[in-house]
Every structure is written in structure tokens, then in C-alpha cells.
């Protein structure tokens, strides 16, 4: 009960400090009507779903006559094109084109060709940075974005590692370390721990730091971002406020289409920089929340599907439903909400459903990324799986929710 009343009061909290935060922008342009694209620059990190709300909570007049950006089927960065599709259980938000050149050209502005640069989480500049001549390393967990580098001939820039595990490789040290985690304090510890074992000291850690109103907690978890950078010997030299702009992946544009909110690149992060002054040696001190090694991973086209490794229901009769009861379409894209703990496969365009007897979904899914179509992975897998005809028509019906595409 207690947990109950300290939560709606951390929300309430929350809700005053963003409906006066768009007071204040609404009186600065002398009460006019302002469209909602204004709001959202200036919410400091809000959902635009919680910035609607606040400014019809506020009485705020304002304009919606907003649309989703034309988009073409491929990325807008085209060197970065042949990566597959974000997922939201990556956590995988990715700079659009004018972040990419910004922040490539200040690697090149501040480091010369023989420093060296490790990217965490920041995937999209490592082909301008290696074609500039700048000598660059991405650290990266995902097998098929490791594998998509690595077709495209940067097998010698990347390197497969989980930053939330520790780099034992101590002969390695680089000048500069371009990070965006996810935004979590335990992944910025994580991604700090990392930048402490491979950075020289003198070395610039750049990291993409969530904004103040990104949640209820954000304030306080930026001032603990500082004093967990600060722990591990780095100085803050400078912060730029929202100068980081995310596109929006396919998983949040259906989270906000739910919403009947059409709006795109709404996402902005600010760019704390810090240099290395020490060594230290500092135990973690944030829990991590998350095992991804209980998810599989496939590929199919751009598509990206997660499965969750299951426990004890191999002798189950396969079923599935959607985990949110009003659709395909999971509803959020934070990890606050509690529901994603029941999700068993996940699609990069945010589907998600709860099956049991998930591993019989497995050879489906093999066959699938290796390039077969639906119909022929039908066909091949019940010639040789044993399933009665009732559990056949549901793994058909699943796999067609999925949206897989294999043209």
C-alpha cells in the first residue's frame, strides 16, 4: 500500500514539473497557439503521449495537425542501410543523419588519425568514422549486426562483447569513447566500468545522457550518472543539451500511432563529455534488471524476432495470445512497463505475443532465416514434426501475425 501511494506521488510530482514546464514555453510566446512539434523540443525528454496529456491537463491551446515524416522502405543513413531493424528489447535507438555528421565531425575536429575511438551502443557512425581514416573499434552484442558489419567489410572494426560484462583484453586502450546505453543506471554504470578499463588517462568518454523530463526519476538519475562518472575517475568538461536527435524506430512509431500521435524524431539526448583524470577500481553498485542471454535471436529480411528461452513447459500444448489484450502491438517501449516480463517472442516492429511450448516455434524460425518462405518452412517442418492438427493451425497463425516477410 505504502509502494502504491509513493508511486502515484513520484507521478504526480512528475506531471507538475511537465505541465510547468509547458507553461512556461506557452507564456514565453505570449500565449499563442503553438503547434505540438513546438512542445515536444522543448518537454526536455517527455513521451509525447504524457506531453499531450499534460497540456490538455493545463488547458494549454495547441495544434495537432501533425504527421508521420514520408519515409523511404530503407534507412535515411544510407551507409548504415544494410543493418537490421532496431528492436525495442535492445533497447535500440539510433541517431538520425544530421547526429551522425555532427558528431563525425567533431571526432575528426578534436582527434587526429593515430588516436584511437571505441564506440558502445553507437552503431550508425562507425562506417564514416573508418572511411574518414579515423582508427575505430564498435563493441557490439548482437550477432546479427555484428554479422552485417562484417558482410559489409568491417570485420576488423568490430568486435562481439556485452558491455554490461567486464573487458578482460587489458592491452587494448583507446583516446575516445563514444557511448549511448540504453538509459538505465545500471547500463550507464556498465558503459562507464567499460570506458574506465579501456580509456588512457587524459582520454574523452562522450556519453548520450537521458533528459530531465525523459521519466519521474530522471533528474535524480542524472545526478547519479555524474557521481557514478566521477567514482571511476572521469571529470565532466561539458554538457550540450539536446544536441543528439534519435529517428524513430518502427517499435515506438506503433506505440505512438496507438496513441494517435504521427510524430517523428521526436527523441533527443544531451552530450555530456568527460575526460579520464585517474584509474580506479569500483565495484558495481546498480543491479542489472535485464538477462538478455534468455532471449534467441533471428534474422529474417530486416526483421529482427527475439524469443525467450523457455523454462519447464516443453511438454505443454502450444498456444499463444497477445500480451497486450488490445492488440499485436505491445504498448510501451519503456522498461517500467511490468508486462514485458510476459512477452515470449518479440518483433522488432514491437509485435509481441505469450506462447507456451515455445521451442516448437524453433524450427519454424531456422528456416525462416535461412531464407526459405513461410509456405515452403510450412511444408518442410510438418513433413518431419510431429504436431497434432489443431497445434499445426496455431503456429500457422502465429507466424502470419509475425508480418515476416521473406522477398
Known amino acids: 500500500m505504502g509502494l502504491s501511494k509513493e508511486k502515484k506521488s513520484v507521478d504526480a510530482s512528475y506531471q507538475k514539473r511537465l505541465v510547468a514546464r509547458l507553461q512556461r514555453v506557452h507564456q514565453r510566446h505570449s500565449g499563442d497557439i ?72 567533431r571526432v575528426g575536429r578534436n582527434f587526429n588519425s593515430n588516436e584511437r575511438v571505441a564506440l558502445f551502443g553507437v ?18 552484442r548482437s550477432t546479427s549486426l555484428i554479422q552485417d558489419f562484417y558482410q559489409q567489410g568491417y570485420a576488423s572494426s568490430v568486435i562481439q562483447h556485452d558491455l554490461l560484462k567486464p573487458i578482460y583484453d587489458g592491452r587494448t586502450t ?33 556519453l548520450s545522457v537521458l533528459p530531465s523530463l525523459t521519466r519521474p526519476s530522471a533528474s535524480s538519475d542524472r545526478r547519479a550518472i555524474l557521481g557514478i562518472a566521477t567514482q571511476r575517475g572521469f571529470q565532466l568538461m561539458r554538457k550540450i543539451p539536446r544536441v543528439l536527435i534519435y529517428k524513430t524506430p518502427a517499435f515506438e512509431r506503433h506505440v505512438l500511432s496507438i496513441n494517435e500521435v504521427k510524430w ?49 513447459d516443453r511438454q505443454g500444448y502450444f498456444n499463444y495470445w497477445p500480451t497486450n489484450p488490445d492488440g499485436k502491438f505491445f504498448h510501451s517501449v519503456s522498461r517500467r512497463a511490468t508486462e514485458r516480463n510476459q512477452i515470449t517472442i518479440w518483433t522488432s516492429d514491437n509485435i509481441a505475443f505469450t506462447v507456451v511450448s515455445v521451442h516448437k516455434l524453433i524450427p519454424f524460425l531456422d528456416f525462416l532465416q535461412s531464407g526459405y518462405s513461410l509456405s515452403e518452412t510450412i511444408n518442410r517442418v510438418f513433413s518431419v514434426q510431429s504436431l497434432a492438427q489443431a497445434e499445426q493451425h496455431k503456429i500457422v497463425a502465429l507466424l502470419k501475425e509475425l508480418d515476416i516477410s521473406t522477398e
Open 34 to 105: 503553438l503547434p505540438l512539434a513546438n512542445y515536444l523540443d522543448e518537454s526536455l525528454g517527455a513521451f509525447p503521449t504524457d506531453v499531450e496529456k499534460a497540456l490538455n491537463q493545463a488547458l494549454i491551446p495547441y495544434s495537432s495537425n501533425y504527421t508521420f515524416e514520408q519515409v523511404t522502405k530503407r534507412r535515411a543513413v544510407k551507409d548504415t542501410s544494410f543493418l537490421a531493424d532496431e528492436h525495442p528489447n535492445d533497447f535500440d535507438w539510433r541517431f538520425d543523419l544530421e547526429t551522425v555528421n555532427y558528431l563525425v565531425k
Open 264 to 312: 517523428d524524431n521526436w527523441r533527443s539526448g544531451d552530450l555530456w563529455i568527460f575526460k579520464k583524470v585517474k584509474d580506479t577500481l569500483i565495484a558495481p553498485q546498480h543491479a542489472l534488471h535485464l538477462n538478455q542471454a534468455a532471449w534467441t535471436e533471428y534474422r529474417i529480411g530486416y526483421k529482427k524476432i527475439q524469443l525467450r528461452k523457455e523454462s519447464d
Open 123 to 140: 552503431k550508425t557512425i562507425l562506417p564514416a568514422l573508418v572511411e574518414g581514416g579515423v582508427n575505430t573499434v564498435l563493441y557490439e
Open 174 to 206: 583507446y583516446d575516445l569513447v563514444v557511448a549511448d546505453p540504453p538509459w538505465y543506471l545500471d547500463f550507464y554504470e556498465a558503459y562507464l566500468d567499460r570506458g574506465s578499463e579501456l580509456l588512457e588517462i587524459g582520454g574523452e568518454f562522450w
